[in-house]
């Protein structure tokens, strides 16, 4: 929405975007032609796949690609479609906390290999990190996520407020999120919730909101949220240990851009980009105590946040800025389209985003 999608209706094309506007509480801009899905949760997902279904049959009527980012829409494809790209995520049936009763694991994980592989065969492929190259036996362009990043660095860091942006759930460290929290309250400082959040976690976030230990905003358009966050003394990003070589956090990225310091679980990929960079403080997982040090150590050390932002914004303009990939995004899926850009543009792309 706010990289591919937004760079592609300022380059003149049109959009239909499938995705579960109501349930994720979601009003799409204006430019873009929405179909509504209901949203895939757990193991109850036939309902949501059997919408998607026939949402991908009206949507793709008259576009010409089609963009998928969600493995399960792959089974959902129509017959009768227009050029396909999947647009490769980390997070897959495998890891996201999605294993039906009837399926076990090991079998599950045996059949995503097959459907990547057939995927491969009969679509296009875009990977969102070099890491996913090892999954597919051809090369496929690299996507990575990127912010829209300021040519200068915003304020340094404040001293009253933390800020986490993103969807939040258990996976996410949700628990965490909340013990940091109420350990900061008595020190003034208040933590800023930006995101949706699982149904599962929703009633602890809104028993936290009563008791006054943080604002949950909900979901907020990426760049509002962005604007909301600068000033943060950290942005905080705690998920839980994941298999695999789990992928870097957008919402890393988005900190930098903003010139925030960064307190992250140590995911690999976080890990040597915040120790290479020094743009923030990696702490253990499931440890709140230690994110609250961290905070504290940034608030009692303003020249040393401050410092810490500008390293992280550098880093983001230079690596990490969308605007300077998403020419040759665009040019691709142009290409793949059949379609040269000339004057107006006529191009629909359909992107079909499903949530698990």
């Given amino acids: 929405m706010h990289r591919q999608i937004r760079a592609l209706l300022d380059a003149g094309h049109e959009i239909t975007y499938v995705a579960p506007f109501t349930d994720c509480n979601v009003t799409p801009d204006p430019p873009i032609r929405a179909i509504d899905v209901p949203r895939a949760i757990g193991n109850r997902r036939g309902r949501s796949l059997k919408a998607a279904r026939k949402a991908l049959a009206r949507g793709v009527e008259g576009a010409d690609l089609l963009i998928v ?3 399960e829409l792959l089974f959902r494809l129509p017959g009768r479609r227009p050029a396909t790209v999947w647009d490769v995520r980390a997070a897959d049936v495998r890891d996201a906390g999605y294993s039906p009763a009837w399926h076990p694991r090991r079998a599950l994980s045996a059949l995503v290999r097959r459907v990547e592989a057939r995927a491969e065969r009969d679509l296009r492929l875009i990977l969102s990190e ?7 036996d051809r090369p496929h362009p690299v996507v990575p996520d990127a912010a829209y990043v300021p040519a200068l660095p915003p304020a340094p860091p404040g001293r009253n407020r933390v800020v986490h ?41 809104r028993d936290a909101q009563r008791q006054g230990l943080l604002d949950w905003y909900g979901h907020v358009p990426n760049r509002h949220a962005l604007r909301m966050a600068e000033g943060a003394i950290a942005g905080l990003s705690l998920p839980r240990r994941a298999p695999g070589r789990p992928p870097l956090p ?10 925030i310091p960064v307190v992250t679980t140590p995911l690999p990929a976080v890990t040597a980009l915040v120790e290479r960079t020094g743009c923030g403080t990696v702490v253990p997982y499931g440890d709140a105590d230690a994110a609250v040090r961290a905070v504290l150590a940034l608030r009692d050390d303003p020249a040393g946040a401050a410092e810490m932002g500008v390293r ?10 969308w605007p300077d990939k998403a020419g040759e995004f665009i040019g691709m899926l142009e290409e793949w389209a059949g379609k040269t850009v000339t004057s107006r ?7 079909a985003w499903h949530v698990i």
Avoid: C, Q, T, W
Avoid at 250 to 259: E, F, L, N
Avoid at 345 to 351: D, F, K, P, T
């Fill in 69 to 71: 980012h969600d493995l």
């Fill in 130 to 136: 070099e890491s996913l190259r090892e999954r597919f």
């Fill in 165 to 205: 942006i993103g969807h939040l759930s258990e996976a996410g460290g949700v628990d965490e999120l909340i013990g940091v929290a109420r350990a900061l309250l008595p020190y003034g400082i208040r933590l800023d919730l930006i995101g949706s959040a699982d149904a599962r976690v929703r009633p602890m976030l």
């Fill in 250 to 259: 957008a919402k890393v990225i988005d900190y930098m851009s903003r010139g």
């Fill in 312 to 321: 992280g914004h550098a880093e983001a303009l230079a690596h990490h800025n």
């Fill in 345 to 351: 543009l006529e191009i629909g792309v359909l992107e």
